[in-house]
Structure formats: structure tokens, C-alpha cells
């Protein structure tokens, strides 16, 4: 195959047995008995045993003795059976080993600051430093192919319905007054900014304007927050548009892309067509927009078991407009303590408190509150939420945005499965235009280009108004949003007024899109998957950086080669720019 | 299909008759014959006719009358056959045109600012401004769509032969002293900054350590260089990396890559293998190392024939260690003139003259030099260069460098076709580790982790030195370079030292990177094509902008964004920079 080996290894069996082979790859094991070294060798394909015996190896004792772990070499031999009783039926590779007849180190390697066994886990700053050497677990290798497969289905669903792949800018205009964007100053307009997209938006838009007609893009995005667990700086989309779309082209597209992934990543077919639900349908039986269908434990509205109750916390909810809500938690085996610290999490959440009851075997409920209420509510309740004997019930009284809250949250603390062999993949669908800030205000919950149902609803309802959007849904993670875009550039005025952006606004920011539209502008809908979460749902992953090669930490660090750092003053100069003097006041001297 | 279409106009046919269709698109040509309108209505599939009788019409007269090219426009009506007489051979759809029995308007069109006709051509800064509208010609959707399909067809052969595609970082670490890199300032590390990448070089090397094996990469990169006109500062570049591999490995993968895109954009094969050729013999063949070797024109050395010549010009350039080589520009036609044209163009090129020959009918050479030169030069002259009756001659005397230049250039000037119909590949390889600055100094031809083939060789005889790289040539462009690396340290260590890179520079610049050489290297080889480049070859542009969607003009503006541009103090402030006073003298009040 090359001139450094033959074969590889992982990829022999039985069948090469005679056969001599060049293998090349690195020390991942190094056992010695009686004088004979057994070295597995690991290469991208697998690992296979090799038998080195110093009396009929060329190679100097001195290099025998000298070879450890993740040294890159390259040996010859002769692929024999493992002596009777030495198989190894866990291994591919387990039936044969190669007897070495050369042996030549092609790198040494320095002593390792972590094991590379799968068994040993070092800290993550440490592995981000030596992330190459990180990369080179099974695990991490896993994680890579995974993805670069993923990233192929992808392309394979969308290339067959000739979507055109095409490239967006990455250095682009900063809109003002807009989120925030990643900066990049240009030399050649001194004291003038290009931004990092946030997302291609407004170009995949231009380019059904220019009649593409179908796009993607596996396109990468920054965003400039403070970062939580989960995001990244820079991270991955795939972007897609489709001209003459409505909701239900992008969906079964989506669809089709999900289930070619699946297929090819884990080698099983998801049940098709993806279900799906309506926000406030999500929102009343799951409690929030992105529920995990994996496992039941749905919310059930209480109200009429409790209308009328002489138990005051519910009623008094009752008459202002509140709602009472709970779930069946299923057999949880709580103590009194167990429920003491799950009123303690209901209030942490925003509720005022949690009614806990347990279902006796005589179907009876047992409840600190159980005294205040009816024989029939008692029985109703029992009833609503399918109690059997074992089963914790609990319920919450308040505004029905902290009952779904404090719900949704404790459902998912008791019933969420602790790993991803199942996928359930969700739509949700008929997002509200705007969403409830925490103290009651109304904000936008899209970007300003979605379409609404009607902008006549915006106006008169806004709190139930529903716009043209929709969520794709796994496990309970979001993994992408879409939408039906505006085409129209005076539904697209309207919106901005009732959206609350000013006619300047609109023209400060986007302008030049907004003029774009005017040109015979196509009825166009589109989507961006986040890949990075996709693929780390895929591999069981809980953090989206074990599937990125080289992620940045928490605060944006690279341990791995120190970015980002200090910079030359004439390089700043040419820019147009300068570091402020209180953050240089603030700096030790340059190394 | 959609609910906006059942077909896509463009792929209907004889066989089509009959059916009832819904289209949509966008009107490109409009014509009122006897009161029946004719529309050329364009979509991504072409071109249909679509006929619009007024009388049987129940769309209003007043949206009829309104219709204008651009309109986006939604139709349904009866596929049937042109009457006779009116069929078109040239469109694919020429022998159908549907009747419309419904019309709607789906988004009108302003003015448009230039024609989308292909026979108009606007400036190219309009061009930019109105991209969306500039990318509707149907020779730039030829060319986003042949890009789309060049990309993919890269990426089919690299999957095939089981590359991982890998994300390498954006926001990486400004390498000091290295070239000048674009900047990102860090909001979470005020003052400290990104760099944008140059290529993913370091990265892929990283992967090799990490054990990838095999890399590939579409990757968006970054130069922020004084733009020459084909040059863009952000740009794609199919990157690709191999462990255990060598030249050969390389090569070989290039070669199907190169087939594999012209087949699928071109529909040719292309003759395989691919030529290959030695920087030294490119030079002095063809003058360059990018050779366009579509055409002959070939650089002849002429030492012998004029050596210890009574024509003191050429005796004094030989005895000095220069060299005499000519090229036959075959039948040129040109006047006395146009031949001193000729002459002013080598001196421009830096050669202090240019003696032209012309072959008579008679086989005897015309040249205001003959008459120095002796019977048996001139006929040797004629001999060397194969010269038949009206060939052009052309003879240089100079420094090798600047013989191969003028020659080179000047063969370039008067054969190199228009076109690229044909494609001639070819690979140059066996390059000098340094290359000749215009002063005659010495400086490193390639990236410092280039395996040279002696480092030996380096230090005794750095002229001549070569080192394992090699670039891919098209029609006389470079596609790409690439080059086996150093895999082992202490070479390393070496060619730094030799390259004048001292090791403190060196653990500046790249210290993180040598340390990953410690743990266990692989041999590994890469290259790096230029997409744009390539694709704009093949789709005949002249341009490298032609054949991206959104480019930037020569000073890195967008006309359509306004990219870059200012951004507000607060932002800044957040990043820890200000822009410098005297920059901010200089601009015009924020509008």
C-alpha cells in the first residue's frame, strides 16, 4: 500500500494467516514473558498483537529494550494463529498475531503526561494540552469517525435532492444594536471591523433571493457569550434553505437527513415519520419546548379535580388565574427526606411548594396534605395520574409558567435515562412569536425575518399570536430551529414595527437585505442543525466538546497552543487599533 | 412536490404534453404578440415558455399589464406542444410551452439596477452591490453550481478511500513574527487576540500525531495580504493529510481527485497518469515552475551553439556564466513593429535586449543581427529551434534567472490559449528548499516543516538543496503545494537552525507544536488545492471572484454589506482596544 506497510493491522484475521506483512503503527501495550515482547500495535484500524523474540530479531537489544509505549514503528512478519489457549475472542484480531522478523522505530516518544488507556482519565485542561495525544483513546477516535461520518450522511441526503452546497462569507458586516459579534479589524480600512457570522441568516436568504432555490452548508459560527457547559465560541452548523418551501418541505427533509445519520452512525433505523407537537401542547404536558419523549411521566392538568377545594393553596391558585398540575414519578422508593429535598428543589425552581403523595398499596394516598383534601379529590387525583400502589405523585399550584417549570424540571431529574441508546426525535412546531421574559415581559423568540401566522394576531394577541417556526428535538436537547421566512418586504416592515424596531433600526442593520427583498423575492423556509450536539447525543456524550478536535475551554483558552494571546504593537498599529491602556496596566511583561 | 409546484419548468418535455403543471419562478423575458403574453418564466432547472391568454385568463388585466422581468410568479396551466413553426431547438424546452390558466404573483420586483440578460454586463462593483440579483445569470448559477459539484466530488473519492474529515480550529494563536495574520480580539481575555488561520498546517500535522492517519479538510482560510487581483482574504483551500505516507501517496491521491472533479464538471477524462516533472527541468523548459504545458514554445538552450561566437553580445554572456536559450514562437505574423514591441517587453521584464529571428521561405534567417552571426550559427539557430519558413525566433542572453523569466513570460505572451478547453495537469516536484530573492539572496521556499532531502545537503549547498515537495500545476496555474514534513524532532531541530529560524524564535512561534513531535510521530505527507482557483479553470473565469458566491473587491470591501465597517465604542471597550486617534482624525461622523 505505501512503502511503510502492507497491511493494516486491526484488519487481519484468520484468513492472512502465511501471509508476511509490513504493519506500521504505535506501541499501545508492551508486555515481556521469558524473554519474548509482546507489543499491541495500534493503528487508525485497530489494534493487532505482535511477537518480538530477541533471538531471531535483527534489531539491536538496545532498541528492544528501549521501546515503550506510543512509540511509531514499523515491523515485519509473518501473520501465524495465536498458540492454542491464547485467543482472543474480544478482539477482531484476537484468532492471529505477527511474529516479527524486522523491527525499526520510525519516532520515539517522550514520557506521557497521561495514560493513553481508556482506563486512566486525566483532567480536561490536560487532555485539551496534549489533546493529540487525547485524541489517540478509542473513545476520542470513535468520536472523530463518528462525526466525519455523520457529517458525510448528511451531505448524502441533501447531494441526492440537489441542494447546492455553497460557501458564505465568514467576514462580514457587524450590524449595530445587534447581539454580539466577534470582531476582526481590517488593515486595509484601518479602525474598521469585519464581524464572524453568528449564523449564515441573511446570505442563505440572499441566495434564494438569487434563485438557488435548495442550499446547504456545514458552516461554522461564532458567538461571543459568556459560556455555559455546552457551548463553544466557535462551533458547527448545518445550514439549510429551500425556496417555494413550506414548513412541512423542511420537516420530512430534516427527517430524512436524521435518519440517514442514525442509520449510518449507529447502524438502526429510527421510526419514521418523526411525531410531532405543538409548542403549547410541549409546553402544557412536558413543561417545556424541547421535551424528552423517551419516557412518559407527562404533566396532567389537576383544575377540575381541585375546583372548588377547601384546600386554600389550590383554590386560591385556582381563582387567580393559576393552575394546578402534576406528574406521577413513578415507583422512586423516596424516603421523608428524599421528598423533603424535592419540595427543597420545587422552591429552588420558583414554586412556592410541591405536594408530595405516595400511593399505598391499598391505593390509598398518603400525603402531608392528605388531610385537607376530599375523599374525592383524593380519589381524582389518583385516578388522573394512574397511581399504583409505590407510585409518588406531585403536584404544583401556581402560574402555569412555574407549574411547566417546576415540573418539567423535576420530571426530567426523575425520569431522564442516563444514556442515549434510545433516540427520539421530536418536531416541535407553532412556536408562539414571542416568548415571556421572567418578569412578564414580552420579547421576540426568533430572529425578526420569521413569518407569522398572521401579523393582524401579532397585533391584537400578542402573547398567543403563533409564528411559522419549528424546533427538531432529540432526547430532550434542542438541536436546531427553523423557520418560514418572510418574503414580502412590507409583511417584513410590518413585522419590524410590531416586533418594536424602528424603520432607521431596520435600515441601520440591515438595509442592504432588507432592499434585496424587493427584488422578486421567492416564498423560501429553512433550518441549522447543531452538529456538534447531534453528534455528542450520538456518542453518548455530555459535553459537546468531546466531539469537537481541538474545543476551547470555558473562558475561550486553547491549553494546547495558548490561544488567544498578546500581540505585537506594530501589527495593532496597522490595524488601526491599540489596547486600551488600563487593560495593558494589567498585564505582565510580554515572555 | 411543493405546494407551490409540481414541477420544476425547466425538465419539461414532449413527453409532458398534456399534463397539468404548477409552476414557479421568476419571469425572465416578456413579450405581447396580438394580445397574448409570452413569458420566459426561469427557475433553477431553466428556461420554459409559458403562455398567458388574456381572455381565457381569470387573473386580473391589471396584474397581467403590471408583470415585469423579475417577478416571481406561480402558475399553473396545460403542458402542450409550440405550433408548428415555432419550435426552438435550442432549449431544451423548446418544443413545449404551457398554456396558463391561473397566475399568481408572489413577490413583484423593483427596478432592477442592471439587466440579468446575459448579454448585458454590467461593472463589477454594481455587480457585488446587487449580488443576489448578479448570481440569477445563468453563467454564474453554472458556476456555484460546478462548484458545489467539484466539492463533491473531492469529497466522494477522499471518503472512499476512508479520509476522516476534521473541523480543525478558526480561532487559533497568532503565531509572532510569523506572517501577518488576521486578528480576533478576545472579550473573555481582554486585549489578547485570535488569529484567523493561514491553513489548518499545524492542526493536520497535529492529527497525524493524534493518529488520524487520514485527514481531509475544506477549509476556510485567511490572508491578509496587499490583494493582488485574483486573490481573496478569505479563501478555500481542499486540505489533506496522510501518516505513513509518502510523495507517491500523495500524488496518487491528487490524481484521482483531479479526474474525479473534471469528470463530474466537465463530463471528460483526463489522460492519467498525470505528468510529472522536476522543478529544474520546468525552469528550464518552460521558465517557471507553473508551466502551461498545453502548448509547446519550448526554452532551447542555444550555449553551444554560440559558443566562442564573433557576436560579442552573446561570447560575453556565456564567458560571464550567463546563458543564450530561445524559444520558436512559431508563425506570429508579426511587422517590424510589432517585433520591437517585443523587445521593449523583454527589458521591461528586466533582460537588456531581445534578438528575433524570422525564417525565410528559403529556410535562411532574417534578424537585424545576422549579419554578426556566421553562416553555420544560423543555421544552427534554425536547427535547434526547428525553425520552419515564418517562424519567429527568439533569442535572450542574460543571467540564467532572468533568460528563463523573459523567455517564459514571452512564450506565455504569445501561445498560451484563450480557453481552457483543455486541461493539462501536471506535477512539479524535486523543489529547492531555498529560493532566490530578486537580489539574489537565498530565502526558504516553503513552510519550515518541509523535509528537505538532505539536511546535509542543506548546510554544503543550500543553492541547490532540494527539498521532498511538490505542487500540482493546471494550465499554467498553481492548484496547489504540499510536501512530506519532518516527523522527528531533532531534524527539526535542524532545518530551524539551517532555515536561520533560532530556537528561541522557534519555541516562540511554534513551541507547542514541536512538542507534539516528541510523542510518537508518523512519517506523514499533505497538500493543500486551492478551490477557488481550480474551479474558476475549470469553469473558464478569468477571475477567482466569478466563482465565489459572495466575494470581497480588491481592498476587501463588500459592496452588497458594506463590510467592514465601524462599530461602536462600547464593543471595543468590552475587548479591551480602542481605535487609535489618529485613524479616528480621519473619519467622516458615524451616519
Not at 75 to 84: A, E, F, Q, S, Y
Not at 458 to 472: K, N, Q, V
Request: hydrophobic share 40%.
Amino acid at each position: 500500500m505505501t512503502k511503510y506497510r502492507t497491511a493494516h493491522g486491526g484488519t487481519l484475521r484468520g484468513s492472512d494467516i502465511g501471509n508476511e506483512v509490513q504493519l506500521a503503527g504505535w506501541v499501545a501495550r508492551r508486555r515481556d514473558h521469558g524473554g519474548v515482547i509482546f507489543v499491541d500495535l495500534r493503528d487508525a484500524s485497530g489494534i493487532v498483537q505482535i511477537v518480538i523474540n530477541p533471538e531471531n530479531n535483527p534489531a539491536a537489544d538496545e532498541v528492544l529494550r528501549s521501546l515503550r509505549n506510543e512509540y511509531c514503528i514499523m515491523v515485519t512478519g509473518l501473520v501465524r494463529p495465536r498458540p492454542d489457549g491464547t485467543t482472543n475472542p474480544e478482539m477482531a484480531t484476537g484468532e492471529i498475531e505477527v511474529g516479527v522478523s524486522r523491527l525499526e522505530v520510525l519516532s520515539t516518544s517522550d514520557v506521557l503526561p497521561f495514560q493513553i488507556d481508556e482506563r486512566f482519565d486525566a483532567d480536561e485542561a490536560r487532555r485539551l494540552q496534549y489533546r493529540y495525544l487525547d485524541l489517540r483513546r478509542e473513545r476520542m477516535s470513535a468520536n472523530l469517525r463518528s462525526r466525519s461520518t455523520a457529517i458525510r450522511a448528511m451531505r448524502r441526503v441533501l447531494d441526492e435532492r440537489e441542494f447546492l452546497e455553497v460557501e458564505t462569507p465568514t467576514l462580514v458586516v457587524s450590524t449595530p444594536e445587534g447581539a454580539r459579534d466577534m470582531l476582526v479589524p481590517s488593515r486595509l480600512r484601518p479602525g474598521q471591523f469585519y464581524a464572524l457570522p453568528q449564523s449564515p441568516q441573511l446570505f442563505k436568504q440572499l441566495l434564494m433571493v438569487a434563485g438557488v432555490e435548495r442550499y446547504y452548508q456545514v458552516a461554522r459560527c461564532y458567538r461571543d457569550e459568556d459560556f455555559r457547559s455546552d457551548r463553544q465560541v466557535e462551533f458547527t452548523q448545518l445550514d439549510l434553505e429551500g425556496s417555494f418551501w413550506d414548513q412541512d418541505d423542511v420537516l420530512e427533509t430534516l427527517e430524512a437527513i436524521a435518519a440517514q445519520v442514525v442509520k449510518e452512525v449507529r447502524g438502526i433505523e429510527i421510526p419514521r415519520p418523526i411525531p410531532r407537537m405543538s409548542y403549547a401542547d410541549a409546553m402544557a404536558r412536558y413543561g417545556t419546548d424541547k421535551p424528552d419523549t423517551r419516557f412518559g411521566m407527562e404533566i396532567e392538568d389537576l383544575g377540575e379535580v381541585f375546583a372548588g377545594s377547601d384546600f386554600r393553596a389550590f383554590a386560591a391558585t385556582l381563582d387567580d388565574g393559576g393552575v394546578v398540575r402534576g406528574i406521577n414519578a413513578g415507583s422512586q422508593g423516596l424516603s421523608r427526606a428524599g421528598f423533603d429535598k424535592l419540595v427543597a428543589d420545587a422552591q429552588d425552581l420558583g414554586a412556592k411548594g410541591l405536594v408530595w403523595m405516595v400511593v399505598e398499596d391499598d391505593g390509598s394516598l398518603r400525603s402531608p396534605v392528605a388531610k385537607f383534601l376530599s375523599d374525592r379529590e383524593l380519589a381524582d387525583v389518583a385516578a388522573k395520574l394512574d397511581g399504583k400502589p409505590g407510585d409518588a405523585l406531585l403536584i404544583v399550584a401556581d402560574r402555569r409558567e412555574v407549574v411547566g417549570n417546576v415540573l418539567g424540571e423535576l420530571r426530567l431529574q426523575l425520569g431522564q435515562p442516563d444514556n442515549h441508546d434510545d433516540l427520539h426525535f421530536l418536531f416541535v412546531i407553532d412556536f408562539p412569536v414571542f416568548e415571556k421574559t421572567p418578569d412578564g415581559g414580552l420579547v421576540p423568540a426568533h430572529h425578526p425575518f420569521t413569518a407569522p401566522l398572521s401579523v393582524e394576531e401579532m397585533r391584537t394577541s400578542p402573547e398567543t399570536a403563533l409564528s411559522r417556526s419549528y424546533d427538531m428535538v432529540l432526547n430532550g436537547a434542542e438541536l436546531g430551529s427553523g423557520s418560514v421566512r418572510i418574503h414580502d418586504p412590507e409583511l417584513q416592515a410590518q413585522v419590524f414595527e410590531v416586533l418594536g424596531i424602528s424603520a432607521e433600526q431596520a435600515e441601520a442593520r440591515f438595509g442592504w437585505f432588507l432592499e434585496a427583498l424587493r427584488y422578486g423575492t421567492p416564498p423560501h423556509a429553512g433550518f441549522a442543525i447543531g452538529v456538534d450536539r447531534f453528534i455528542s447525543i450520538l456518542q453518548n456524550e455530555q459535553n459537546i466538546r468531546e466531539v469537537m478536535p481541538f474545543p476551547k475551554t470555558q473562558t475561550g483558552a486553547d491549553p494546547l497552543t495558548g490561544a488567544p494571546g498578546r500581540v505585537e504593537e506594530g501589527q495593532l498599529e496597522e490595524l488601526g487599533i491599540e489596547v486600551r491602556a488600563e487593560v495593558q496596566a494589567t498585564w505582565p511583561e510580554l515572555s
